[in-house]
Structures are given as C-alpha cells and as structure tokens.
C-alpha cells in the first residue's frame, strides 16, 4: 500500500538572478509500487519569466507537464506511471525547466517496490492452440488499435472533479494479480473488477470523448474515454452501449450496462486507467489525482 507521505522540496535557486521565479517542486510520494502513479506539482511564484518546458524523466522516460488549472496561482502538473514491469530499486525521478533560456534541475530519489499483489498460479497452459487463425488476427489488430489510442495525448483535459468510480459495488479481484505460469509472470490482472449483474448501469468516472466502444475478443463490448493530457479508462465486458465513438460524456453518464461479454467466466465490470501510455492502478490513480483538487 502506498504511503501518503508527502515529500515537499523548495529549493532556492542558486543563480544570484533575483528575476527569475521562485520554484518549488513537489512529488506525492517518495516511495511506489510498480503499476502505480506519482503526481509532481510545480509551482511558480510569478507570471514572469516564463517557465518554457517543462519535463519529468523517470526510469528512462520523459512525462510532459501540463498547467494545472485547479491550482491557485501559476501551477503545473506531470503524472508519472511506475510500469507493472519495472524491476524494484532505487531510482531518480529528475525535474527539467527552462527559464530565460536557463535549464534547471530537480532530482527526487523515489524508492519502487514491489507491489502486494496476490498470485494466481495457472495448472493448465492457456490454450493458446484453441484460438483460431482468424480470432489472432482480430485480437492482433485489436491490439494495434489499442495502442494507437494511448500513444495519442489530447493537450485539453476535459476532467473538471475529482474522479468517480464507475459504479458502487464490491471489488472481486484487484489491479496487479500475478498470473504466473510455471512459475514465470506471464501477465497480470490489468484492471479492477467489480461485482456487476448483466444490466447493471455503468458510469464514465469524468468528463471526456468516447475514442471507442465496440465489441472486442478479449475485452468484450468495450468502451474507452479519452480525458485528454494522456489519461484514459476503459469499461470492459458490456452487455450494452449508451454511447458512441466520438461522443462527449460527463462525470456519471450512463455509458453502458453490464455484461458478460468477451472472455469472461461471468458477467462483472473490468475497470482500467491508461495514463501518458502505462497502464496503471485504477484506484489508486483515482486517489492521486484526488491530489491536484487539493490546494
Ligand atoms: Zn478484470
């Protein structure tokens, strides 16, 4: 579980320029498990100078900035996904920015470790065999297009609240349950799953543009919500749609009812959150960006 700690760094900057602002840069937490999200919060004292870019680099990846519009004053915001598959240790999470033409450093030592996810150990192969031709094909391009979706970052962000939760229910198996065949992690669960009877209306947690909703092979009747600036989440296994392809939705709107659709055992709700193209623990991402409403 991850600790709430709160790491608050406000350095002075070391140039003797009194013209240039004053920043301070602030991480949610120190320490973070793989599959889960840091949020970084950079505060300016002044309009001016202006700050040109703005960049995280973590774990061989660079995360952008955006303005955080829910701040008091000139704030700016990067959400940083530690990947399921990240290998435990100590890292270094650095801050760039450029003011008058100046780079600027900030270096934040960020502990990841292993998360307490629960083990699913697989007796039979998956039967991979039993997939036709035809069905790896569709799953193939399924994929592709997938991917397409999440390597596109809206610059808008059309998230106004604080995140919702698609519906009000028990949690039947959490994000990060280790499948492991043979004893080699082959996958991970890489949503939560909720209790859902088929018919069981299901809401978009924010504001956004529905980029998918069809039926898919693993996924089922699939729904996917663009919140722009790199975030998405995606509603799995409908027996309905409510909504289409290019449609705006708000917080709460009905965007399907439950099902069992997909490969699926029976019908529950597969809940999951992209963010700048990781995959990553929907409630606990739920809880970080609870963080940029707090002022
Ligand atoms: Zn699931």
């Known amino acids: 579980m991850s600790r709430s700690v709160l790491l608050f760094l406000s350095a002075l900057l070391l140039t003797l320029s009194v013209a240039e602002a004053k920043v301070s840069v602030m991480l949610s937490d120190a320490e973070v498990a793989n599959g889960q999200t840091m949020l970084l919060r950079l505060h300016a004292d ?10 995280a680099a973590f774990d061989g990846k660079r995360y952008p900035f955006y ?7 000139r704030e700016f915001y990067a959400l940083v996904p530690a990947s399921y598959y990240a290998k435990p240790g100590a890292r270094k999470l650095v801050v760039v920015y450029i003011e008058k033409g100046r780079k600027h450093y900030r270096s934040f030592p960020v502990e990841l470790y292993e ?45 106004k609240a604080p995140l919702d939760l698609p519906l009000k229910s028990k949690i039947t198996s959490r994000f990060g349950n280790k499948r492991l065949f043979n ?12 209790r859902a009877k088929t018919g069981t209306p299901i809401h978009a947690v924010a504001n956004g543009r529905v980029v998918l909703a069809k039926n898919r092979f693993f996924a089922g009747n699939s729904v ?34 439950a099902g069992a659709t997909g490969r699926v055992t029976g019908p529950h709700l597969h809940y999951s959150v992209r963010v700048n193209g990781v995959q990553v623990d929907p409630i606990q991402f739920t809880r970080t960006v609870d963080l940029l409403f707090q002022k």
């Open 224 to 257: 996917i919500i663009d919140h722009g600036q790199g975030i998405y989440t995606c509603y799995y296994h409908l027996s309905r749609f409510r909504v289409k392809p290019g449609e705006r939705v708000k917080r709460g709107e009905v965007i399907g009812l």
């Open 115 to 159: 998360g307490d996810y629960e083990t699913e150990k697989l007796r039979v192969a998956p039967s991979r065999a039993k997939i036709s031709a035809k069905n790896r094909k569709r799953i193939a391009r399924e994929r592709r297009e997938a991917l397409r979706i999440y390597r596109t970052s809206t610059p808008k962000l059309y998230i």
């Open 183 to 194: 004893g080699v992690l082959k996958s991970y669960h890489s949503g939560t799953d909720f």
């Open 67 to 73: 303005r955080n519009r829910f701040a008091k004053g």
């Open 46 to 55: 002044r309009e001016e100078p202006r700050i040109e870019r703005i960049y």
